[in-house]
């Protein structure tokens, strides 16, 4: 019982480290291709990061230049300045201190005049009022990027000391530049990266759309200049997706097997060692039961002979008689150990069987012969019926004598108050096997015990608790047997109508062949 608890819990623990180990298992999978995914983010965030201030210092780089370059007491040169500045603007101007255009201060790099007259009545007009000009100190660089009559712009201004008073310088970027040069100059195509620039409605401004990427994506804003714009990052796909989902999956699958490997091997070891202490149970039940049958014959034996050694004998009869008792007894005995003895070779699996042709009636004759005096003690009448036209066949004789007995002995013990038995052997010529019938009147067996009662060690429910001596080994004998002899067995009964046992051979048979099969009804 304590021990059965501790194989138990030991069963029980395996599972739950089993368990354990596959949870941890997974957890770590899926935390290291989580970690992976952020390493990537982290990089491509960088990445980003890089990207950007190099692009806006390059911007803003050149608006200081086109600022520094601007000197209002100089005016007339201001053209050739901002030409020498070499700057990706389109349109400059300068402002008094009331915010007030000053007089040919307006440079725009638009080949036509006229339109580029009127985008500056339209900045004077609509967009100047929007710049935040008066707040912003002196020197300082200040932008603004918006939407203007459905047309995007990107302003950089400053304010600056004059001989008298302030003024203000607003320059235009070209944004048309930039997308076209500055970000290709930047976004190297073919790298392992793909970048976007997308406005503040996530519409493409920039870049193709993402298509066999990673799945991780890191969009950042620009600060400095663009800033209703942001720039998006992936990670063109190299594969490194795909193995990481199959190595995910082996993970997966590797983690299954385990452990379904381990609830097999414990199911089997359970079931192992279920059947092996069911085994042992039989096996003890059977050294109770043969050392019963030894002890029986061997006392009356004992006791029967002491009489006879000291003449107490009243005649030459009763000498007569305790000698046959003594000899009954150890026919008796000799036959349980011949039982015990081949029951032994059998499990040991050795080949103990020697075919040779011969008779099965003469062989069932002789085996009637030797439980002749049994049969009459029991009072039980004997029916044979052979057929005669037996034919010869391979047999161990004294095996299948050894399974006869098995048989007649069994009706002997267990169905004598049925006063008769028949025994038959017919040739079936229909399969071509010599079948052998013991049929008696006795009180049958349960239905439910009728495979049963084969296995060894297996006695019927019924018998065991009269006092019926019996080690359950005779039918498991009987079936191996006939297996051997390449036939089988069979068995047809009805509680409180008797019992037929019929073993069946082939007839020339292979020994040792195919066969082995039990019928039972
Ligand atoms: P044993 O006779 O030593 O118990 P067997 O293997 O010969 O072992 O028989 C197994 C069981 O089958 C018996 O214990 C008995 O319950 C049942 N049995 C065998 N023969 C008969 C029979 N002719 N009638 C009723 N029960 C039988």
């Known amino acids: 019982m304590r021990r059965l ?8 623990a395996v599972l739950a480290s089993a368990a354990a180990l596959a949870y941890y298992g997974w957890s770590y999978t899926a935390e290291v291709s989580s970690r992976e995914r952020m390493q990537i983010e982290d990089t491509m965030r960088e990445l980003a990061d890089e990207k950007i201030a190099a692009i806006e210092s390059q911007l803003v780089e050149a608006d200081r230049k086109v600022f520094a370059a601007i000197d209002i007491g100089r005016l007339p040169e201001v053209a050739a300045e901002i030409d020498r500045a070499k700057a990706p603007i389109v349109n400059v101007f300068l402002l008094d201190a009331d915010l007030q255009p000053i007089p040919s201060g307006y440079f725009s790099k638009t080949p036509d005049a006229a339109e580029a007259t009127a985008f500056r009545d339209r900045f004077l007009s609509t967009i100047l009022p929007t710049l935040p000009l008066r707040v912003l100190p002196l020197q300082e660089r200040g932008h603004v990027h918006g939407t203007w009559d459905g ?4 302003f950089a201004f400053t304010r600056k000391r004059g001989p008298v008073r302030d003024y203000y310088i607003v320059v235009e970027t070209d944004l048309a530049h930039l997308t076209f040069s500055v970000f290709d100059q930047f976004f190297v195509r073919g790298s392992p990266r793909l970048y976007q620039v997308v406005d503040e409605n996530g519409e493409l401004i920039y870049g193709e759309p993402f298509r066999g990427t990673e799945g ?17 990052v992936a990670q063109r796909d190299a594969g490194s997706q795909t193995a990481r989902g199959r190595r995910k999956l082996i993970d997966i699958v590797l983690i299954g097997v385990a452990l379904a ?5 414990l199911t089997i070891l359970l079931v192992a060692s279920r059947r092996e202490r069911r085994a042992n149970e039989l096996k003890s039940e059977f050294i109770t039961n043969v050392s019963h049958e030894l002890k029986t014959p061997l006392s009356i ?14 005649s030459a009869e009763q000498a007569t008689e305790y000698a046959e008792i003594i ?24 080949d103990v069987y020697e075919f040779a042709e011969g008779d099965v009636a003469e062989v069932v004759g002789r085996a009637l012969e030797l439980s ?55 040739h079936d010529r229909a ?46 004998l009987v079936e191996h047997i006939a297996g051997a002899h390449g036939g089988g067995v069979g068995l047809t009964s009805k509680v409180g109508e008797g019992t037929t046992f019929s073993v069946w051979i082939p007839v020339r048979a292979e020994p040792g062949g195919a066969g082995g099969e039990r019928s039972v009804v």
């Open 5 to 12: 608890f501790v194989a138990n819990l030991l069963v029980f």
């Open 151 to 154: 047309q995007q712009h990107l």
């Open 216 to 232: 991780v994506e890191v969009e950042l804003p620009f600060v400095e200049t663009v800033d209703k714009w942001r720039l998006r």
């Open 261 to 265: 490997g381990i609830v097999a091997g």
């Open 301 to 314: 034996i004992s006791m029967f002979g002491e009489m006879l050694a000291l003449g107490r004998t009243r």
């Open 327 to 350: 000899w009954r007894e150890s026919v008796r005995l000799a036959r349980l150990i011949d039982n015990v003895l081949d029951f032994a070779k059998i499990e040991r699996g050795k």
């Open 372 to 426: 002749a005096h049994r049969l009459q003690k029991a009072e039980l009448e004997v029916e044979v019926e052979i057929d005669p036209e037996l034919p010869l066949t391979l047999i161990d004789a004294n095996a299948y004598t050894l399974a006869v007995l098995n048989l007649i002995d069994n009706a002997i013990k267990y169905a004598a108050e049925g006063k008769k038995i028949i025994v038959r052997v017919r």
């Open 431 to 476: 399969r071509d096997r010599i079948v052998l019938e013991v049929r008696d009147f006795g009180p049958g067996i349960e239905a439910e015990e009728h495979a049963r009662i084969f296995e060894r060690f297996y006695r019927a429910r019924a018998v065991r608790l009269k006092p019926i001596r019996g080690s359950g080994i005779g039918l498991a």
